[in-house]
């Protein structure tokens, strides 16, 4: 037997494993969906709509913002994604030891819509990171400096955690779906299906969206495959 067809094997046990252990009768994957993208998207909408009179300033606030996330996605990726964390087990339990499992180099696409459960972020998770991350943040910057730039940042927040969700969901999307063969989002798609090689997991391709702290931090690799 090849390398791979092991690797596809192990793969095929652990989804099994997976589907009874963790995905319960009463999942529903179009439910998810409307929680990630229709609460995340009315979040947006509302922080959009109390933005008043921006000024050219203020604006700086998306690029900063975008930066800003971009490198919390890497650092928490290189970092407790794949590193047992004290306070953060249940992501390194999601990330390393399910997510990696469920998905390697060999078997990146999901079988059928119950398999989102495995790629998408849980809504407890979601709304965590939402909370403990990003909204201290944003009230942080209203006090200080406007109320504009605080709904700044928890617009671009939101807009990049939203982003990352459907990049990361097209990346586990069988290829007959021609956005996951668009140029761009192919190479995006290529970078994280190294990432999932068990042997470049832990050291190479964290950004799950653009690969700017690979670039700066030098873990932007193609895999051997
Ligand atoms: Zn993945
Ligand atoms: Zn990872």
């Known amino acids: 037997m090849t390398p791979a067809a092991v690797e596809a094997g192990r793969v095929d046990a652990f989804r099994a494993e997976y589907r009874r252990d963790h995905v319960p009768p009463h999942y529903r994957a ?10 995340g998207g009315a979040a947006l909408a509302i ?12 604006w700086l606030t998306v690029p900063l913002t975008f930066l800003y996330a971009n490198l919390a996605e890497y650092w928490g990726h ?10 953060l087990g249940l992501v390194y339990e999601r ?29 407890i998770l979601m709304v965590f990171f939402l909370a403990a991350f990003a909204l201290p943040v944003a009230l942080l910057l ?24 459907v990049l990361h969901l097209v990346y586990h999307l069988p290829d007959r779906y021609a956005v996951a ?35 700066l931090f030098g873990t932007r690799c ?3 495959g």
């Not at 042997?199 to 391709?205: I, T, V």
Request: glycine share 6%; with cysteine; aromatic share 14%.
């Open 142 to 165: 209203a006090s200080f400096t406007s109320g504009n730039v605080g709904w700044l940042f928890a617009a671009t927040s939101l807009a990049y955690f939203l982003n990352y969700e």
């Open 30 to 39: 179009a439910l998810h969906l409307l929680f990630t993208f229709g609460v």
């Open 181 to 215: 063969r668009w140029p761009f989002v192919g190479r995006l798609r290529r970078l994280h299906q190294d990432h999932h090689d068990p042997r470049l997991m832990a050291q190479f391709n964290f950004n799950i969206t653009y690969p700017i702290g690979d670039r």
């Open 47 to 58: 922080c959009i709509s109390r933005l008043a009179d921006v000024q050219p300033l203020e």
């Open 78 to 87: 290189r970092g407790p994604m794949h590193h047992r964390t004290r306070g």
């Open 222 to 224: 193609r895999g051997p």
């Open 95 to 123: 990330h390393t030891r399910q997510h990696h499992r469920f998905f390697t180099h060999v078997a990146m696409p999901v079988d059928s819509l119950r398999d989102l459960r495995a790629v998408l972020f849980p809504p």
